[in-house]
């Protein structure tokens, strides 16, 4: 076998020169609003959600200063505010992580009741949380039918349209829902209710909280219904969804069946362990 020539010391260098790429330096004329400004996107990004005092003890300014920058994150569609108050990624940097430690957790403990569940009804059942005003699907069992809903792991569709986000919206109160789908932040996102279709959407998010589920007949996926339960901590604050699909025609039957009762049979054993184990948000 041939040997291949050693290499010669500028070719050991160059080599070593390509395998290591020096660390980025901070700009000399850095710009400290604009710099802070960044960092909190990263925090957002790189967490999922950030408090105000959290942000500002990040940065080393005062609570004030991080809420203008903040603010203006949240005017420019780069972060929007949950119902406690925290920020969370916005429309602008598209849909935040799921991954993270209470979100595995969470499908961890969800994993085998929507096995049981999925075997029981023999349909596809979906895991997912919320994010702004979308939902992401953290988990799906499919059902072994021939006909029947694939795989949505990590799917991300408008909450107001599944069955599980319109199960988790529904605990929400009623000016949460007003900023999630009637606010500047909702017009930036494309996310916004038309005023005319609003107050239908806030009755039917009654009729959830007065069923304890909710439904979706076609509404994100032509031939696909659905019906979601919403999934609680220990607090009694919603964490998450389970739903189950089915093909359109198919529903009414599972539906009659003991669809409901199924459901809300395994969010109550699911919350079982979700009160025994910390599945939630810091």
């Known amino acids: 076998m041939q040997k291949s020539p050693a290499p010669t010391p500028g070719a050991r260098q160059g080599r070593k020169s390509a395998q290591k790429k020096p660390v980025q330096k901070r700009p000399t004329y850095s710009i400290e609003a604009v710099d802070n400004a960044l960092q909190l996107l990263q925090l957002l990004r790189d967490g999922g959600t950030l408090r105000l005092k959290d942000a500002a003890e990040e940065l080393g300014v005062a609570p004030s200063t991080a809420h203008r920058l903040l603010a203006m994150l949240v005017y420019r569609g780069f ?46 059942v979906n895991l997912m949380v919320r994010v702004g005003t979308k939902v992401r699907f953290l988990a799906t069992v499919e059902g072994t039918n021939v006909l029947r809903v694939g795989d949505r792991q990590g799917t991300v569709l408008p909450a107001n349209k599944t069955s599980g986000g319109k199960a988790i919206l529904a605990e929400l109160d009623p000016p949460m829902i007003q900023q999630l789908f009637r606010s500047n932040n909702a017009e930036i996102s494309g996310d916004t209710i038309a005023e005319e279709d609003f107050p239908a959407f806030l009755r039917e998010l009654d009729s959830v909280r007065s069923n304890g589920f909710a439904a979706n007949f076609e ?64």
């Open 79 to 124: 972060a929007v505010q949950d119902e406690t108050r925290r920020y969370v990624p916005g429309p602008a940097m598209g849909v935040g992580p799921a991954g993270l430690s209470w979100t595995r957790l969470l499908r961890s403990l969800a994993q085998p009741h929507m096995e049981l569940l999925s075997a029981q009804l023999n349909e596809t």
């Open 219 to 282: 509404g994100t996926e032509d031939g696909v219904s659905a019906l979601g339960m919403a999934l609680h901590n220990r607090h009694g604050n919603v964490v998450g969804a389970i739903s189950v699909a089915t093909p359109a025609t198919r529903f009414r039957a599972v539906f009659d069946g003991g669809l409901v009762a199924a459901l809300r049979e395994t969010c109550r054993q699911l919350e079982i362990d979700i009160a025994a184990n910390p599945a939630e948000p810091d």
